[in-house]
């Protein structure tokens, strides 16, 4: 199993530009997730998916859109990017079900706005 | 309103002493509390949960973590720091939903030899 994989590892944009961040897990997991981490704030939520078709805002959801492709992908996207927006974002899975709340994260992508 | 605050943000250690890394968290309702390791440039792993099964929590590694109530805390401990334990390590606590969950600013602990 791969787990949690993103895509891109790496990305620099410009001020206005957009791009979207993929995610895919492999575990058969309900619910997924994307945060942001930043330097002294720990991670905070984005988005998040209970379960195939319904999305949720998070904490930090101003600048982000995101679209559950099926059961297995979870996209971020940044419409117009900003310099705020610079960060490392992680993608994250859960069963979603019972007690089993643990989350099993990607590896992260390091973003990048000039 | 969740919220979870971790006493330091760097914590160093001798190689074989004790790490004990802190812990506080506010919830409405009985929690569901995490920590994770981060080793650099990788991903969150769970060390260890709590659930509400037992308040003596063992992880991987030789982590245990103790929930304690009255004190609103989910501490960290190993008895003998390794090298190979130097990482970034992160509270968590989550409603009983599960969905939102609330993660600590981070506790970077470093491994003297």
């Known amino acids: 199993n791969a787990g949690v994989t993103q895509t891109p590892k790496f990305q620099v944009l410009k001020t206005g530009q957009s791009m979207t961040l993929q995610c895919a897990q492999d575990?058969?997991?309900?619910?997924m997730y994307w945060y942001r981490q930043d330097p002294g704030m720990g991670l905070r939520l984005i988005y998040y998916?209970?379960?195939?078709?319904?999305?949720d805002k998070g904490e930090v959801p101003n600048g982000y859109n995101v679209s559950r492709l099926n059961k297995r992908e979870f996209s971020l996207r940044l419409e117009s990017a900003a310099p705020s927006q610079t960060s490392v974002y992680f993608c994250?899975?859960?069963?979603?079900?019972?007690?089993?709340?643990?989350?099993?994260f990607g590896p992260g992508t390091r973003l990048t706005v000039t | 309103a969740q919220s979870v605050t971790q006493l330091g943000s760097h914590v160093s250690v001798s190689e074989g002493a004790l790490v004990l890394l802190r812990c506080n968290y506010s919830?409405?309702?009985?929690?569901?509390l995490f920590w994770y390791v981060q080793y650099p440039n990788q991903g969150l792993q769970l060390l260890l949960k709590?659930?509400?099964?037992?308040?003596l929590v063992k992880g991987i590694n030789g982590f245990e973590a103790e929930f304690k109530k009255s004190e609103t805390s989910f501490h960290l401990t190993k008895p003998s720091a390794h090298m190979s334990d130097a990482a970034e390590y992160f509270c968590?606590?989550?409603?009983?939903?599960?969905?939102?969950?609330?993660f600590g600013a981070g506790t970077r602990l470093f491994v003297k030899a």
């Open positions: 994250a899975s859960s069963e979603g079900l019972g007690d089993s709340y643990e989350q099993y």
């Open positions: 968590a606590v989550s409603d009983t939903g599960g969905f939102k969950t609330i």
């Open positions: 709590y659930t509400s099964a037992a308040t």
């Open positions: 919830s409405s309702v009985p929690p569901y």
């Open positions: 998916s209970a379960s195939e078709g319904t999305t």
């Open positions: 575990m058969n997991h309900n619910s």
